[in-house]
């Protein structure tokens, strides 16, 4: 039995095409998957994120734990409402989960985590809790009666639309710099999102969801789903957990070595097995100048070893195919390299891994 969120009958209702993702039934499109891109390139798109999961973290220690916690430092947190995007790490260094934490008050902050992930990341954080004996109550905001749905209004004209729609959220929202939150209402809104455009994350009472969609929409807000969000997310090089990183692969080697503090006397979970490793891999992008779609798990042949696409598409911006990917360290942005393509080795041009943003090509 698939899992659904608070949206799935608004969905429906909007023809979606459904699909399984991860054992949710979700939308992957509403029509035409390009046409759900360039509305948030160019307009304003909303996507269904309440199957991500909230979790609130109470308790006299709550910095403490979580500066144990995650790679990246928690010290960075000062002003209520900020936000800080960090990897969960196990003993060996691969990534448990990416998130995003939130800091309310001294005794209360927010973490928003993967879907898939949920489950095992509230055994860890649990366990973790536990084991150091602080004071700390977690609880996730995703399932039962304090369930929080999640509504994801993308693009140059989210803000507008947001405010047309909850007026009463401008003036705490007008002036929010990119990943802070502002609570208004029973209204928790944050600069952040998925796609390389501004917005924002709209997290709300899982019972006003649906209306809240219905009214996006009516305000001319377009239905977006699965197809659009992955590929969105490409273009802004943004790591997708499961492909672009795992337990397996260090934050380092997943272009996450500007999440990971090591510069200070804190100790984390993971810590001395990244001192240890060090980077072994870095993280780049390619765009393929033959004929073709780049994939993951496609061989890159370099004049330093082989790597692997981790995350690979069309880019409805750049109009190429690109790709995110494992190389070499002696790889250089510029280089040309071949990419293994059913047998046929193609020619694809390395670059910096962020392919589009603010609307418009930046490769």
């Keep these: ?23 949710w039934d979700m939308p992957v499109n509403y029509g035409s998957q390009i046409e759900e891109h360039n509305a948030v390139r160019n307009n304003c798109g909303m996507f269904d994120v309440s199957h991500m999961c909230p979790v609130d973290v109470v308790g006299a220690d709550c910095r403490a734990f979580l500066s144990r916690l995650v790679a990246n430092d928690v010290a960075k947190l000062k002003v209520s409402g900020k936000a800080l995007y960090a990897a969960m ?15 309310l008050t001294e005794t209360r902050f927010r973490i928003v985590v993967n879907a898939g992930t949920a489950e095992k990341d509230l055994a ?19 399932d039962g009666a304090n ?21 009463q959220a401008k003036a705490a929202t007008e002036g929010l710099k990119a990943f802070f939150a502002a609570e208004v ?58 492909q672009d990183m795992d337990e397996t692969v260090s934050p380092l080697d997943a272009g996450l070595a500007w999440t990971v503090s090591l510069n200070t006397d804190r100790d984390f979970v993971g810590k001395s097995a990244l001192t240890a490793a060090g980077q072994q891999k870095q993280f780049l992008g390619l765009i393929l100048l033959d004929k073709g779609v780049l994939r993951g798990h496609q061989k890159v042949m370099t004049a330093h070893g082989n790597g692997e696409i981790t995350s690979g598409s069309f880019s409805p911006t750049l109009q190429q195919s ?12 510029g280089d040309e390299v071949e990419v293994d393509i059913r047998g046929k080795a193609l020619k694809a041009k390395v670059t910096k891994p962020v392919f589009a943003r603010n609307g418009k090509a930046v490769q």
């Design 124 to 142: 860890w954080m649990q366990a973790k809790a536990a084991e150091w004996k602080l004071d700390v109550t977690i609880t996730q905001r995703r």
């Design 147 to 167: 369930n929080l749905g999640i509504i994801a209004v993308q693009g140059p004209n989210a803000r507008a639309k947001v405010w047309e729609v909850l007026p």
């Design 185 to 242: 209402d029973q209204y928790f809104i944050a600069s952040t999102g998925y796609t390389g455009e501004d917005g924002y994350e709209i997290m709300l009472p899982a019972g006003e969801a649906e209306a809240m969609w219905n009214k996006l929409n009516a305000a001319g807000v377009a239905p977006c789903g699965l197809g659009a969000r992955d590929t969105l997310r490409l273009e802004a090089g943004m790591n997708l957990y499961g």
């Design 89 to 103: 790490l196990n003993d060996a260094g691969g990534v448990i989960d990416d998130l995003i934490i939130y800091f």
């Design 322 to 333: 690109i790709a995110l990917a494992r190389l070499p360290l002696g790889v250089q942005v």
């Design 1 to 23: 039995m698939l899992k659904k969120t608070v949206l799935n009958a608004a969905h429906r209702a909007m023809n979606a095409r459904m699909v399984d993702f991860g054992g």
